[in-house]
C-alpha cells in the first residue's frame, strides 16, 4: 500500500507521470483511498491525502453509531417493509406517521441504505453493484443439473435482531438444497463472503460453475480471485432476475 504511495511522491516530479497515476487513483472508491493511508515516518498523513486526492475529514471521519431511538425506528420501518416491500419512502412515512413517528423521507432513506431495502417495482438499474469490479455472464440458461457440487449458489440478506442487525452470506448445492457453509457479519464487507467460500471448498468436492447475483460482495476481487484459483466457472445473475439464483432466493 505505501509503495503505492512512495510511487506517486516521487513522481511529483515529473508532472506528466504524477497525472497518470492521480488520475488512476481518482476510480477508487473513498474507503479504498481510506485503506492506502498508513502512517509512515517518511510521508505524512496529511501529504498522502493530498496524493490520493482525499480529504482529511474524510479519512478521519468516524459514523456515530445508531441511537436506542433510532434502533426502533429501524425495526418498525423493517416490519412495515417486510408487509409492503413496495413501499418507498413516502408511503413509509406515512405509515410511520399513523404509528406516532415523525420522520422525514431522508432518514427513512438512510434507514433503507443500512437495511440494504429498496422498494420492489419495475424500474432501470434494479441491481445494485460496483461499477469498478467485472461481471461475469450467467452460464445456467437451459443447463441441465443432474449432479451435486454441479453448481454451488450464494446470497447475502440481513438479520433483524433487538439491538440492530447483521448480514448473513449462505452458500447452497443446487442439486441436493443442501447448505453447504455459512457466516454472519455486521458490515458488507466480502472478506465473511470468503470465509464461507473457502470453508465449503474445504469440505465439500469443489463446484463446475459458482453462481450469485452481480452484487458488489460477489464481485469483489478476493472472492472472485478465490474461485479463479481453485478453476470453478463464474457465472452471476442477469440484471433484475431473482428468479436466476431462486433456490438461494427463497432459503
Known amino acids: 500500500m505505501i509503495s503505492l504511495i512512495n510511487c506517486i511522491a516521487k513522481s511529483d516530479?515529473?508532472?506528466?507521470?504524477?497525472?497518470?497515476?492521480?488520475?488512476?487513483l481518482n476510480c477508487l472508491?473513498?474507503?479504498?483511498?481510506?485503506?492506502?493511508?498508513?502512517?509512515?515516518?517518511?510521508?505524512?498523513?496529511?501529504?498522502?491525502?493530498?496524493?490520493?486526492?482525499?480529504?482529511r475529514t474524510s479519512f478521519y471521519y468516524k459514523p456515530k453509531p445508531l441511537s436506542d431511538e433510532e434502533l426502533l425506528i429501524l425495526n418498525k420501518v423493517?416490519?412495515?417493509?417486510?408487509?409492503h416491500p413496495y413501499y418507498g419512502s413516502r408511503r413509509m412515512k406515512?405509515?410511520?406517521?399513523?404509528?406516532?413517528i415523525v420522520i422525514g423521507r431522508q432518514k427513512i432513506s438512510k434507514f433503507y441504505q443500512l437495511l440494504g431495502l429498496e422498494a420492489v417495482y419495475p424500474k432501470v438499474n434494479l441491481s445494485k453493484r460496483n461499477h469498478e469490479h467485472k461481471v461475469y455472464p450467467y452460464l445456467l440458461r437451459y443447463l441441465p443439473i443432474t449432479k451435486a457440487n454441479q453448481v454451488w449458489l450464494a446470497d447475502v440478506t440481513y438479520i433483524r435482531l433487538k439491538h440492530g442487525f447483521v448480514y448473513l452470506v449462505a452458500i447452497i448445492d443446487?442439486?441436493?438444497?443442501?447448505?453447504?457453509?455459512?457466516r454472519l457479519s455486521t458490515s458488507l464487507s466480502a472478506d465473511?463472503?470468503?470465509?464461507?467460500?473457502q470453508e465449503a471448498l474445504d469440505n465439500y468436492p469443489k463446484p463446475e460453475i459458482f453462481n450469485t447475483d452481480q452484487?458488489?460482495?460477489?464481485?469483489?476481487?478476493?472472492?472472485?480471485?478465490?474461485?479463479?484459483k481453485y478453476k470453478i466457472s463464474i457465472s452471476m445473475d442477469g440484471r433484475g432476475r431473482a428468479l436466476d439464483n431462486v433456490f438461494i432466493e427463497r432459503f
Open 13 to 24: 516530479n515529473s508532472l506528466s507521470s504524477a497525472i497518470g497515476l492521480k488520475k488512476n
Open 29 to 55: 472508491s473513498l474507503e479504498n483511498k481510506k485503506k492506502l493511508i498508513n502512517p509512515d515516518p517518511k510521508i505524512s498523513t496529511r501529504r498522502q491525502c493530498e496524493l490520493l486526492n482525499l480529504s
Open 78 to 83: 423493517d416490519e412495515i417493509y417486510t408487509e
Open 94 to 100: 406515512e405509515e410511520l406517521q399513523d404509528a406516532g
Open 174 to 182: 443446487w442439486y441436493s438444497r443442501r447448505i453447504l457453509s455459512w
Open 192 to 197: 465473511f463472503c470468503v470465509e464461507a467460500l
Open 215 to 228: 452484487g458488489s460482495t460477489f464481485t469483489a476481487n478476493d472472492f472472485v480471485n478465490l474461485l479463479i
